[in-house]
């Protein structure tokens, strides 16, 4: 199982489980501790996770950081965990534990988490103190594919103190720009205002024309976001229409023979019927394999979910005896992604992309 399938598992999870989680050892217990073995972190393990670390620093003693993980023996990540409902702004600036171990010890990264919502820190804007606000907020219940590749920066395989410290810094500022975008968009500052309006306005700009072009650029921005929405579903339906009108067209002396007498030209060979047992056997991970379908023509034999030619999984070009190759649809269905292969195990290596074909139709 890929990284991306076992963030999807632990998002499953959250929404069946969590209104049955009364407290927060239950949350780090049934959703975070998921999250550190789907980072690929022994959680059983002390040299690589530790629980209830104690933080004795100053006069705080007997203080205790929920998880540490450990790299060469320090502690690199720090983790305080909340229960799933409790709302991290309101007690981001209480994560006491977190900022005073984080000052003494060798930690690189803190982590503030209810199960669901996960604040990455670092020591961006002071060495050796942690920052205030998080470098990267993670919500699960809303992810999106980029940030699935920031966290897998985190997966003990593939985990850099550098890697990630250098994407960290362009990360914290992004977002805050996105907050700035975000609250310009929504409510037009005088300087917002002003850079536009002088641009099409050429008298003095007074405190009552400011009074009248704010209101307009609000609408300007809400009206040219909607357009560039609307003209974009436009363009996607009509490529949708037009591989449609392309893939109902009759492939030319493929289906059908020339006359009665004449035997159609295409014949399915033990090969294609072979290939199309292992693709059947990887593709049932994420389809029931009555919804998996062959069918044969004369340059190439397709493999299609509910025997619809709009639902391709893939196509085996084994033509050339002596140059068998496997293509996978693109986003328009063009199969361009083509793989060779030698023998019919090598399909097998060819495992995720034939999951990851097949999914789109689960």
Not at 217 to 239: D, F, P
Request: glycine letters at 4%.
């Amino acid at each position: 199982m890929d990284f991306k399938d076992s963030i999807q598992q632990i998002v499953e999870r959250i929404e069946k489980i969590k209104d049955n989680l009364q407290t927060e050892e239950a949350t780090k217990m049934s959703l975070i501790v998921p999250m550190l073995q789907a980072l690929g972190y022994d959680v059983f393990n002390p040299m690589e996770v530790v629980p209830e670390m104690t933080c004795d620093v100053g006069t705080k003693k007997g203080e205790k950081i929920d998880y540490a993980i450990l790299k060469d023996g320090e502690p690199m990540i720090l983790i305080e965990c909340k229960h799933w409902q409790q709302n991290l702004d309101e007690i981001e600036q209480k994560t006491g534990q977190l900022l005073r171990y984080f000052s003494v010890s060798e930690a690189k990264f803190g982590i503030l988490t209810n199960g669901i919502e996960y604040r990455f820190y670092t020591d961006l804007e002071s060495p050796n103190k942690m920052d205030n606000k998080p470098f990267m907020t993670v919500d699960l219940l809303d992810l999106k594919d980029s940030q699935i590749e920031e966290l897998k920066k985190f997966h003990k395989s593939y985990f850099s103190v550098d890697d990630v410290l250098g994407s960290a810094e362009e990360l914290k500022y992004m977002n805050e720009l996105k907050k700035c975008i975000h609250n310009e968009l929504s409510n037009p500052s005088q300087e917002l205002v002003k850079y536009f309006g002088k641009q099409v306005y050429n008298g003095t700009f007074t405190q009552k024309i400011l009074d009248t072009f704010t209101p307009l650029v609000k609408r300007t921005i809400s009206l040219y976001i909607n357009e560039l929405i609307s003209s974009r579903l436009k363009a996607a339906i009509s490529n949708n229409e037009q591989q449609e009108q392309l893939d109902n067209q009759k492939e030319p002396e493929e289906s059908e023979p020339k006359n009665q007498n004449e035997k159609p030209k295409i014949e399915t060979t033990d090969e294609e019927k072979e290939a199309y047992l292992i693709v059947k056997s990887i593709a049932r991970q994420v389809l029931s394999v009555d919804r998996i379908a062959m069918r044969d023509a004369q340059s190439y034999c397709s493999i299609f979910a509910d025997d619809n030619n709009r639902r391709p999984i893939c196509r085996f070009l084994f033509n050339n005896t002596s140059h068998k190759r496997i293509a996978f649809p693109g986003d328009n269905n063009d199969f361009k992604e083509v793989y060779d292969i030698s023998t019919l195990d090598d399909i097998y290596s060819l495992n995720d992309k034939i999951i990851e074909s097949a999914k789109k139709y689960a």
